[in-house]
């Protein structure tokens, strides 16, 4: 009797925190942000503790708080301390992750990239564990740390202040949608005429692409209209220095197109005046160029000198948030980058939208692909690749090299639209800034072709998956 009774009482007790939903008893409705160091060479990682904030309300979901999309290089894990139970868990991709596959983090130099993470706020201590994936894409354990967040060592000052909030699109409570928040770099006081109008062009792009635009009542967008003391960014191989607020330049990792910034706290502190899942920073710059990162930030130019080439501010907007918002990968091989091996050989990408093909029966978009379709999937490599070594011969800074390299872009998307399995979803080799040995989901995307032709049905699924991950 003695016994039947206490088993009751834990029967009842598992119950009833069975029925409290995860949030709810594990979290209030802030947000903890986790700033880091990371260290290292191409060989050795080192992670140490910066900074522990409280910051406003909790922006990402409150039902999907483990991560079951299983992008991204690192993982960042959060365990109840008293019960070691798993209560929040996120993939992302990090600047220093893509740093270590170049030549400088080879020749072992050592550099230490900022970086954060957002986790929702915890009543009781937590276990916050970083892990990464190895070369077999299995997550391994770098980092770990225990946060009290009722103590003194969490940094409670009100940040991000200094600039103005507006809202561009408001649907509902940051928890329920997916918050998207524009920053703006390079603009000076002069220049928020400009910024105002580039945030209204980057809204109307996000609602008129598929598959943002079927789902465009899960959104919020916001901005802030960040000043910077100088108009225009940095471009260091035209020895062009300009003191910004969030310090995006070209030229990163030495790459003539690739526009990041490595100011992270700076970005985290002016962000954190509103609520956001996803972060675009659009710079007051005139030369191609940006760059994406999942989860960290995407980054694009906002003005085309040449009005036939201003379709290109779209395709960057879309292109590189591609990256940041569902961590899809470059499904282009021609352009100049400066990874080495970015994609280890024989191994599964962990991106939705490149695969190493080592098993076509196992595909892991099979379910998009037709019973017929050949794999490995023919198309137009042969004719592409003969007009990219073409293009190659050309210098880009003489006069009428972009008219000349939109004249050959269309006919390789001429040809491409003549091959038999154009619209179809295969496994067309070519992706990943490899010509061979990765494979991408269509002869086409938003994410191979510097064009308008809209993401392929695996990037549009990826991007839907992330959409309803984030909006309740
Ligand atoms: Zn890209």
Redesign the pocket.
Known sequence: MKFSLSLFVILAATAATAQTPLFERFFENKTLRVDYFHTGTATTEFVGLDQVYEEGAWAGSRKDLIDTLNRGKYLVKVFDVETNQLIYSRGFASIYGEWETTQEARDEKVRTFHESVLLPFSKKPVQVVLAKRDKWMHFQDIFSTVIDPSSRFVNREKRGRAFKVVNLLENGPPHQKVDFLLLGDGYSKDDMGKFRKDAQRWREVILRTSPFKENAGKLNIRAIEVISEDSGIDEPRKNLWKNTALGTSYNSFDSPRYVLTYENRTIRDIAAAAPYDFIYIMTNANRYGGG?IYQLYATGHTIEENPDLEWQLEYMIT??FG?SFAGLG?EYYSSSISYLDFYASGVEPWEANVTALLDPAELKWHSFTEENTPLPTPWSKAFFDSLEAVRRTWDRSKPGYYEKWDKLRVQQLEKMQQTEHYGKVGAFEGAGYSSAGLYRPAVDCRMFSRSLVPYDPVCSAAIREVINFYAE
Request: glycine share 20%; hydrophobic share 0%; charged share 40%.
């Open positions: 994406g292109h590189e990256h470059d």
